[in-house]
């Protein structure tokens, strides 16, 4: 099966990582006391996983389709986790810690088993680059082949690990549906982070991600 991806502003198709692990959690933003997966991977997700493999300032990800290659299953799991949580500054100048046994909560959380997908992304230049895409994209095969990373990437959290390599040619998982609304991305430019969404679908088992998504509305 052959996507059909647009291309990125230079005219190169987007370059391609497999990733599998044994299990992943990409919780859905509206079920905020239970934790429960989307079906397949986010594409926030995925972009954590590639600054995992090679991130530079000069160039951020956009990932624009994400292949399902595995059925999709699903297991419970009962989780620690703490409602005390400290600033980034405070937890960098040691002003305060947090004390894990009298916050701790037990919630139950909905996983994925045995998942495998393919991720297709492109390279967006900042304009801070001093070099054109194609040496970003040769960079990220080269380190794609020698299993090469900054940091261990996960699969929606830190202890789903997950294990990339390149591509292979089977073919994705033969399933629609609709999936509702999922995060586009997350703009840490500004305070508070600005979000936006996109209505998800899965199509023969590869889920298309628009180039924008649809900003949320400011509280007030």
Not at 66 to 72: G, T
Request: aromatic share 8%; charged share 25%.
């Amino acid at each position: 099966m052959t996507l059909d991806l647009p291309r990125s502003r230079s005219g190169a198709p987007p370059v391609v990582v497999q990733v599998w692990g044994e299990a992943a959690l990409f919780t859905r933003p509206e079920l905020k006391v239970e934790r429960v997966s989307y079906p397949v991977m986010t594409p926030s997700a995925a972009v954590g996983v590639l600054e995992s493999i090679y991130w530079k300032p000069e160039f951020s990800w956009r990932v624009v389709a994400i292949e399902v290659l595995n059925e999709i299953k699903q297991f419970t799991q009962r989780r620690n986790e703490t409602t005390d949580l400290v600033s980034l500054a405070e937890a960098a100048t040691g002003r305060r810690r947090v004390d894990t046994a009298a916050h701790r909560v037990q919630r139950n959380a909905v996983c994925l088993r045995d998942v495998a997908y393919r991720v297709h992304a492109h390279v967006e230049l900042a304009q801070r680059a001093d070099k054109p895409e194609a040496a970003y994209r040769d960079q990220f095969r080269r380190r794609v082949t020698r299993g090469s990373c900054f940091s261990q990437p996960y699969l929606g959290t830190r202890e789903f690990t997950a294990f990339f390599g390149d591509p292979d040619t089977r073919a994705p998982l033969s399933r629609s549906e609709d999936l509702g609304i999922m995060l586009h991305t997350v703009d840490h430019s500004s305070t508070p982070p600005r979000f936006s969404w996109f209505t998800a679908r899965l199509d023969d088992g590869v889920l298309h991600v628009p180039a924008q998504g649809i900003p949320a509305s400011p509280v007030t």
